[in-house]
């Protein structure tokens, strides 16, 4: 009676101890097995669906990696198992989608490089444009709330304007979009009245992140800029917008 390895299902010849494929002790008695042509099919390797797994998600780089020593190593144990594993399909490609996602950093790197500076620009831009609305809005609710409170005249409080509904209650906490918002100067006539003096400025909250240059403004609605970003720069000599 035919004899066969109970491990792989290979035939055996009398007094073979070991299989000569997958080299497994079958003992004095070699243990009758399956018939020829029915072995049991192999397990498919876990590290393998890992492989897989992280490979699918290669645009990140620790999967990429994982992709690779799961790839590696479940490749080795299935060509030692002699038939006892499967999946080396998966194996190979996790293991190319996880070099593909390798060979794409230094790409995703270089457009990283490019577009953050770029994307930083355009975010500066959009906050000095509206810090020059804002403190246009300012200046507009410092004429109307000195028209309306003659005794007073200007004031020197973002509270006071946001109080008679000149300006949102955002503005009035004195930061906006990567800007600090600052009304001072406010200064009365020869008489000793109403304030005809005040002075609104606008800086970047991060110097060279949220904005470069800062903005001013008084009572003559002149908007004026300086580009080193100091307020009192932009009072003293500041360029007209």
Same mark, same amino acid.
């Given at each position: ?81 002699? %038939? *006892?594993?499967? $999946? ?9 989608? #996880?070099?593909? @996602?390798? &060979?794409? =950093? ?67 906490? %004195? *930061?906006?979009? $990567? ?9 009365? #006539?020869?008489? @000793?009245? &109403?304030? =005809? ?45």
């Amino acid at each position: 009676m035919a004899q066969f390895c109970s491990a792989c299902g290979n035939s055996l010849a009398a007094g073979d101890r070991f299989c000569r494929v997958c080299g497994r002790d079958s003992g004095a008695a070699a243990a009758p097995g399956p018939i020829p042509g029915g072995a049991v099919p192999g397990q498919t390797s876990g590290k393998a669906v890992g492989s897989l797994v992280c490979g699918i998600f290669f645009l990140f780089f620790p999967t990429a990696i994982a992709a690779i020593i799961l790839g590696h190593i479940s490749l080795s144990e299935i060509r030692k198992s002699a %038939g *006892r594993l499967q $999946g080396q399909g998966m194996a190979i490609a996790g293991l190319v989608l #996880g070099y593909m @996602g390798v &060979a794409a =950093i230094p790409l995703i790197l270089i457009i990283a490089a490019i577009a953050i500076p770029n994307l930083l620009r355009a975010r500066m831009a959009a906050n000095e444009a509206a810090a020059v609305a804002n403190v246009r809005t300012l200046m507009t609710a410092e004429m109307s709330y000195a028209e309306v409170h003659r005794e007073k005249g200007f004031t020197c409080s973002l509270s006071d304007l946001a109080g008679d509904r000149l300006i949102s209650d955002v503005l009035a906490q %004195g *930061r906006k979009t $990567g800007y600090v918002f600052e009304l001072s100067n406010c200064s009365a #006539g020869p008489d @000793g009245g &109403a304030n =005809i003096k005040f002075a609104v400025v606008a800086y970047p909250i991060t110097p060279n992140t949220t904005g470069r240059r800062a903005f001013c403004s008084d009572e003559s609605a002149v908007i004026k800029a300086d580009a080193s970003g100091s307020a009192q720069a932009c009072l003293e000599n500041g360029s007209t917008l």
